[in-house]
């Protein structure tokens, strides 16, 4: 079992990852349109003033998620941020990689990498306690949301347990891997995506939450 962990399964989950995200870009391209560039007539019609200019970015700043919502943008920036970061620099996965594919990364200490792991445990915590507590939520919440925030937390607390090797190691090392793969091929299938389709959202399609204007917009 550990060698099939190891070994194939690595294989299919990257394939299954790999070609979800491919399917999921090319859906959300076929449910969005070019922008059209629309020109207005500019006679007798001035430009925006100095003070309207002024405001349309703290409009903005009011309507996007740190602005209606500073604690869950907050919250959610460190959270994502350590959930990236953990896998990707952790020690242990770094060796893998150079021993496997020679690609070399840049490595966080273990008790960096167990901090972050205790944030993303902490984050997964947290945005179920908020499932259940706040109503506007707990009233697009199912079940197979908080399966999803399982799915997330799973990695990481068998990779904290298997560092330090509380309970039969090889068996959580083995649930490590596993867990891992599984959170690899659900991302593309599932709400997790939005870690990966968030850039295309944000920073493509043009919406309330966008970073920019964004070249396309949804079709009708």
Not at 30 to 57: N, V
Not at 103 to 110: A, G, V, Y
Not at 154 to 175: K, M, N, V
Request: proline fraction near 4%; include cysteine; charge should be positive.
């Amino acid at each position: 079992m550990f060698e099939l962990a190891r070994g194939p399964l690595v294989w299919v989950a990257a394939t299954v990852f790999l070609v979800g995200i491919a399917l999921r870009i090319v859906e959300l391209f076929l449910l969005t349109k070019k922008r059209e560039r629309i020109q207005w007539p500019t006679h007798g019609i001035t430009t925006d003033s100095r003070a309207e200019r002024k405001l349309k970015p703290i409009l903005a700043f009011r309507h996007s998620l740190i602005g209606k919502h500073p604690v869950m943008a907050i919250v959610s920036g460190i959270f994502h941020a350590c959930l990236f970061a953990a896998p990707i620099f952790a020690m242990g996965h770094t060796l893998l990689l150079r021993q496997s594919w020679g690609i070399s990364l840049w490595s966080l200490s273990s008790p960096v990498v167990d901090i972050l792991n205790i944030i993303v445990l902490l984050g997964v915590l947290f945005m179920l306690v908020r499932r259940i507590a706040v109503p506007r939520v707990r009233a697009v919440s199912s079940v197979k949301d908080l399966l999803f925030l399982f799915i997330v937390a799973a990695p990481y607390l068998t990779g904290f347990l298997a560092y330090h090797q509380w309970f039969e190691y090889r068996a959580i090392l083995i649930l490590h891997m596993l867990a891992g793969e599984l959170m690899l091929m659900a991302i593309p299938f599932t709400r997790l995506g939005h870690m990966v389709i968030f850039f295309f959202f944000r920073g493509l399609v043009g919406s309330e939450h966008s970073i920019v204007r964004g070249s396309r917009v949804w079709s009708a």
